[in-house]
C-alpha cells in the first residue's frame, strides 16, 4: 500500500536530548514537509523539501533540524535549543511543490517531554 | 499575506442533523487553491477536497458538499444527515500559486472545527 509511515507514535524527550522523529513515503513524491500542531491550533510549518537533498525553512524552524538524503525519507531532528517541543508532529509528502498539489499526511508522531 | 478564518471553534450536533463549517480566506493572488481536511481522534490528516480558484461550482461528494463563494471569499462545508463518524476536528487550508510575490509551496491552516456528533 502507498502512504506515508511516521515513526514512533509516541516519544518522550529529556532535557537537553536532541530526538528525530522518522517519515518515509513510498507514494514517489518529490516534496516533503514537516508541521507542528499544538492544542487548539492549526498546522505550522517547520521546513519542507522540494527535492533532494535540498530544504528549506518554515515559519518555525528554529530549533529544528532536517535532512533529505534519499527521495523517501526526510527525518526531523528536534534539539535541546527547541524549548518548547511538545507538540503533535505531522508529515506530509506531494506530487510537486507547486501550490496546486495537494498534501498526503502520516499518522504524526506525539512528542512529550520529561 | 494568506490567512485562513474557521470561526467556528466547537460545533455540537445530534445525529442525523445537518451541519455547516465556515471558512473564510485571504489572499492576493487570483490563482489560489482551497482543501479541507478531516483529523479524526486518531491524528491523522485525512484529505477531503481540493478546489482552484476558477472552479465556482459547488461539489457534492456523498453526505458531504462544498460551497465556494469568491464574492464572500469563503469555502464552507456541509455534511448532511451527521454521524457519529463524522466527529472530529475539520481544517480548511490554501494554498497560493505565488503571483504576487508570495510563497507557492506554503499550505496555511486556519485553527480547525471541532465537530462532534453525538447519538
Known sequence: ?114 | AQKVTQAQTEISVVEKEDVTLDCVYETRDTTYYLFWYKQPPSGELVFLIRRNSFDEQNEISGRYSWNFQKSTSSFNFTITASQVVDSAVYFCALSEAGERGGSNYKLTFGKGTLLTVNP
Not at chain 1, 24 to 38: F, S
Not at chain 1, 61 to 72: C, I, L, N, Q, T
Open chain 1, 1 to 114: 500500500d502507498g502512504g506515508i509511515t511516521q515513526s514512533p507514535k509516541y516519544l518522550f524527550r529529556k532535557e537537553g536530548q536532541n530526538v528525530t522523529l522518522s517519515c518515509e513515503q513510498n507514494l514517489n513524491h518529490d516534496a516533503m514537509y514537516w508541521y507542528r500542531q499544538d492544542p487548539g491550533q492549526g498546522l505550522r510549518l517547520i521546513y519542507y523539501s522540494q527535492i533532494v537533498n535540498d530544504f528549506q525553512k518554515g515559519d518555525i524552524a528554529e530549533g529544528y533540524s532536517v535532512s533529505r538524503e534519499k527521495k523517501e525519507s526526510f527525518p526531523l531532528t528536534v534539539t535541546s535549543a527547541q524549548k518548547n517541543p511538545t507538540a503533535f508532529y505531522l508529515c506530509a509528502s506531494s506530487l510537486g511543490n507547486r501550490g496546486r498539489e495537494t498534501q498526503y499526511f502520516g499518522p504524526g508522531t506525539r512528542l512529550l517531554v520529561l
